[in-house]
């Protein structure tokens, strides 16, 4: 049974004709007939009367309010699938590691509202395994994140490098790393730290560094905001390492200081992460997504070029 040979069953219905159901359904009486002459061979009973004018038969009248029923639901899924291919979509929900929310996506944001203002944006600051797997669950539509490749890997995510930044040392202004810069690694692995939640891609990354350098990371406390690194490196004892974008705003307060890592000798190891925005193929379909997508490439592409 297909949508047309129902469509085809509605229009004689309603005009009682099968030259006029063509007319209706802009296509030939022949083919109308078909339609017809298959849909009864798929019931396996006789539809209409066929004398001057067609009438419905004892199966035909059975048949119609269903037809009505999936012809109306059929028109409304069609109605939602041309809306949404239009960019009337009603929300729009990006997941974002935190440092893009807090200093690099308001001013994104409001350029998109500028373009899109009926499409309501839901932004949410995940770690970066986290937003990844809520993409991948179909609860947001765009995620930026630390790159994953054991997550992005996969034929329906679409993956836009936006940028690389270095991984700096957080720590008071009382500590006695104070007096290198750069930090030398050998001095570095000596203090003991405040890291990344788990699901984060920070975590990760620095313990993968970590160990391909053969050395311990000293993992004392988990943390998962911004403010709470801080205050937590602002008592003296511990640092943290955390990427550039996160520490903009860090000279405003006296009590803390950053540090770049020296680079380490006969190693090709970086510590830097890579930033990318992660989103599907058949996303990229709907108009306010992928303006979104591309405003963001430009944006932070052009901005860190």
């Not at 239009?86 to 990006?94: R, W, Y």
């Not at 807090?102 to 600051?125: E, K, N, S």
């Not at 406390?221 to 640092?239: H, Y």
């Amino acid at each position: 049974m297909r949508i047309e040979q129902l469509q085809a069953f509605l229009a004689i219905t309603e005009t009682g004709s099968f030259q006029q159901a063509a007319r209706k359904c802009d296509c030939t009486q022949s083919t109308i007939s078909r339609q017809i002459q298959s849909l009864e061979e798929d019931l396996g009973i006789a539809l209409f009367h066929r004398h001057h004018q067609a009438k419905l038969t004892v199966g035909g009248e059975r048949l119609l309010p269903h037809a009505l029923k999936i012809c109306h639901e059929w028109q409304l899924a069609h109605q939602s699938i041309d809306i949404l291919r239009a960019g009337k979509q009603p929300e729009l929900s990006i997941a974002a590691i935190h440092s893009v929310c807090a200093h690099m996506l308001p001013a994104i944001l409001q350029l998109f509202c500028d373009r899109y203002p009926h499409v309501q944006l839901r932004v949410t600051a995940l770690g970066s395994d986290r937003a990844l797997k809520v993409l991948k669950d179909g609860l947001v539509d765009v995620a930026i994140v630390m790159d994953n490749r054991m997550i992005t890997a996969s034929s329906e995510m679409v993956v836009q490098n936006l940028y690389q930044e270095p991984i700096e040392i957080l720590m008071s202004t009382t500590h006695s790393l104070v007096q290198y810069e750069p930090v030398p690694w050998t001095e570095l692995v000596k203090y003991p730290q405040v890291v990344f939640k788990d699901g984060y891609g920070m975590q990760r990354l620095v313990q993968e560094q970590f160990s391909k350098l053969g050395s311990t990371l000293q993992a004392v406390l988990e943390l998962n905001t911004l403010d709470a690194f801080r205050g937590v490196v602002r008592q003296g004892k511990l640092i943290a390492l955390l990427p550039k974008s996160a520490l903009i705003d860090i000279h405003n307060d006296p009590t803390l200081v950053t540090r770049s890592i020296d680079p380490i000798p006969n190693s090709s190891i970086n510590l830097s992460r890579n930033v990318v925005l992660v989103t599907s193929s058949d996303r990229l379909q709907i108009p306010p997504i992928k303006f979104f997508c591309d405003l963001v490439s430009e944006q932070l592409t052009e901005g860190r070029g």
